[in-house]
């Protein structure tokens, strides 16, 4: 039996044949997978599948689905207790509960990995940007910052003034690149081909932790302009052209 | 005779690791309520020594007192030149994002009056000046 999302790759349907390392299997069915995992996969005989493993006698993992808890014991309590009964009774095999194993999975350890490097690199990009304009900005408008130097403002007002300025453009970046990332996340959930492994709900508090970051990578991208633009002296920053 | 409101003495401003000399030991004294008047020629120092009266700059040697206060160390440049004196620049150097209005209360921001306080502010200097505002 094909998932679903590997029998429309492969453009295979029920009684096609499909080869796997060399040896001829009937599909026998499709089945709708929740996950891509899931989706992706091939459901066949134990015994064919050791076979062609050449694991004859051999299996990776076992999937236990436990009862509900007994009443009046905890969940956490009840799984440590199962998992030392399965291990006891099988000396050499290790019980792991579902999510941890999932969590550990290489693959999605990886994908976690390939997120954070993503992100990383976009934020990065995000304050340059921001430090760039901030710099154009503070150069462009030197005489007005000599201005108001010599009409009394202290280096700490003009400083806020520019760090302000960096806050509401990370502020204001950070609210469209939410907008624009919910729209593509919107727009995966609807392709067939993602829509298991893109979910279009989201948290308040990652949208508010999204924000949190945006200004505060606006007030880091901020800060050497604006010390640049506090340390000017009025009578320099007014010969500026 | 009454002190003088500012004062300068053996005030000396030089640039470019003291090859140019603007000011060479300038002794002024300048009476509250009085007018003065500077002349000279072109680069004559002029400028220069109304930079460092105004405390838009600081002298190389020399001080500059406020009511018998040294600028820069018994004054802070910052507190003198938003509370104490007023430049009008040749150019003008008005903020051309701000309106009229709002250049007219640029100087109370430095201050940290409250925006009523400001507007008021600005309405009574601009009937000062005969400059009705809406």
Redesign the interface.
């Known amino acids: 039996m094909l998932g679903d999302l590997l029998a429309g790759n492969l453009g295979k349907k029920a009684d096609d044949t499909l080869e796997i390392q060399g040896s001829a299997f009937l599909v026998t069915g499709i089945y709708h997978g929740g996950s891509a995992l899931e989706a992706g996969a091939v459901i066949m005989p134990l015994g064919e599948l050791q076979q062609i493993a050449s694991l004859q006698g051999k299996v990776t993992a076992f999937h236990v689905r436990l009862r509900p808890a007994p009443t009046g014991e905890l969940p956490e309590h009840y799984m440590e207790r199962a998992q030392a009964q399965i291990e006891a009774a099988l000396p050499g095999l290790r019980a792991v509960p579902a999510a941890q194993r999932a969590s550990n999975n290489q693959l999605v350890v990886l994908a976690h990995a390939a997120a954070w490097g993503t992100s990383s690199i976009a934020l990065l990009i995000g304050i340059l940007g921001i430090a760039n304009t901030m710099a154009m900005s503070v150069l462009e408008r030197t005489r007005e910052i000599g201005i108001l130097r010599a009409l009394g403002w202290k280096r700490w007002r003009v400083l806020l003034l520019i760090q302000l300025e960096a806050a509401v453009l990370g502020f204001a970046g950070g609210i469209l690149g939410i907008v624009i990332g919910l729209g593509f996340l919107r727009s995966l959930a609807l392709l067939p081909q993602t829509s298991s492994i893109a979910s279009p709900s989201f948290s308040p508090l990652l949208l508010a932790e999204a924000l949190g970051i945006a200004v505060l990578a606006g007030l880091a991208a901020g800060a050497i302009p604006a010390w640049r633009g506090a340390r000017l002296l009025p009578v320099e920053a007014l010969r500026h052209d | 005779m009454t002190d003088p409101l500012l004062e300068a003495r053996d005030l000396r401003k030089s640039y470019d690791e003291g090859r140019i000399e603007a000011l060479r030991g300038v002794d002024l004294s300048i009476a509250a309520g009085s007018f003065l008047a500077i002349s000279g020629a072109s680069g004559s120092g002029k400028s220069t020594l109304l930079?460092l009266l105004?405390g838009?700059?600081s002298p190389s040697s020399g001080q500059v007192l406020f009511q018998n206060a040294e600028l820069g160390s018994s004054i802070d440049l910052?507190?003198?030149?938003?509370?104490h004196v007023g430049?009008i620049?040749q150019a003008f150097?008005l903020?051309p994002t701000l309106s009229a209005i709002e250049n007219v209360q640029?100087?109370m921001?430095?201050?940290n009056d409250g925006a009523n306080n400001r507007a008021q502010e600005q309405r009574a200097c601009c009937a000062r000046w005969a400059w009705k505002t809406a």
Do not use: K
């Open positions: 930079q105004g838009l700059d910052d507190t003198y030149r938003s509370r430049f620049f150097y903020l640029v100087p921001l430095a201050v």
